[in-house]
């Protein structure tokens, strides 16, 4: 099925983390230019997207059973409620679960080819942000979708799960997962003990240092944890701002967590190599947090594994401090 979808190259992960964090700062910046037309003209890219946009889709004879997915974390979800048999495709960045495997395609969920979406005869097509407007163009050729970006906190996530569930057919299964994923977190996050001073931390995106602010969900995750973001201190209409090692190295984070090992190689060791940042307190304590970039990018049934790891780091800085 794949070989035949699409005839573009694959990129790398690398170069696909740069289409996407270009994308969202080229949304973030033409948000930021109509800023006298928004409510909050502070608000960042995540606050201004709608979240589930079409939870009433209506599919001809009930469920969808030809589902296309174009957003890993969407893939997450569709299996993970139990919609796994609906789905016959999916993008080329759906790594999770193996299962999906068996319906990888070469679609880009940045750049998708309409045609062959059209060519897999999906009656659901299930996208993340919709930089490209695909919905319309599925749309104009009969094509139902349901579009629904990054959410901004971690209630937005549940929702998103489960209206994602109800539209497939599965909205108990959603409800649960969603139940168990709350009791979860709420466990892991009531198990840490809040340092007495707030633990300042840097979260790398990419190793061109683009990070996020405490404005993003990323953020607001590891503000379940009263966790102080460096990028805060930047100035800028960008949620998804590009440090300089400079600003970093004088910031000094207690923490640092990478979200770049996967993409980008990035380890404990690399960084401790990087000019003057020997001398950087999480550095010297040894608060290098390697994180799955996938994990750390995605609002599904993995985001107990996120705030775990979030709460492990955290607990080993406590630990450092004695």
Excluded at 145 to 165: C, K, M, T
Aim: net charge negative; glycine share 8%; hydrophobic share 40%.
């Amino acid at each position: 099925m794949k070989a035949n979808l699409v005839s573009a190259i694959k990129p790398t992960r690398k170069s696909t983390r740069r289409i996407l964090i270009g994308s969202f700062i080229a949304l973030t910046s033409l948000l930021a230019a109509c800023g006298n037309d928004k409510t909050d003209s502070t608000a960042g890219v995540e606050t201004e997207a709608p979240i589930s946009t079409d939870v009433d889709v209506e599919i001809d004879g009930g469920a969808p059973q030809r589902i296309v997915s174009l957003s890993p974390t969407h893939t997450e979800i569709l299996f993970a409620v139990g919609a796994g048999d609906q789905v016959v495709a999916v993008d080329s960045m759906s790594n999770y679960p193996a299962e999906s495997a068996a319906v990888l395609t070469e679609i880009s969920a940045y750049e998708p080819n309409v045609e062959a979406i059209s060519a897999l005869e999906p009656d659901l097509v299930v996208i993340g942000d919709d930089f490209s407007g695909l919905a319309e163009q599925l749309s104009a050729i009969g094509v139902a979708s349901w579009v629904s970006p990054a959410p901004l906190d971690l209630d937005e996530a549940y929702q998103q799960i489960n209206d994602l569930g109800k539209v497939v057919g599965h909205a108990d299964e959603a409800q649960s997962l969603t139940q168990k994923m709350q009791d979860e977190i709420a466990g892991i996050v009531s198990e840490i003990e809040a340092p007495a001073a707030p633990v300042t931390y840097y979260h790398e995106l990419d190793d061109t240092y683009y990070s996020v602010t405490g404005n993003t969900f990323i953020g607001s995750i590891y503000e379940l944890f009263g966790m102080r973001n460096i990028a805060d201190a930047t100035e800028g209409d960008t949620d998804y701002p590009q440090l300089s090692a400079e600003f970093i190295v004088s910031q000094d984070p207690n923490v640092i967590f990478l979200a770049d090992v996967n993409c980008c190689g990035a380890t404990a060791e690399n960084v401790a190599a990087r000019p003057g940042w020997s001398g950087l307190s999480a550095v010297i304590s040894g608060n290098i947090v390697a994180l799955d970039d996938d994990i750390a990018s995605r609002w599904g049934p993995r985001l107990v594994d996120y705030v775990q790891a979030v709460a492990t780091g955290l607990a080993a800085y406590v630990t450092s401090q004695g």
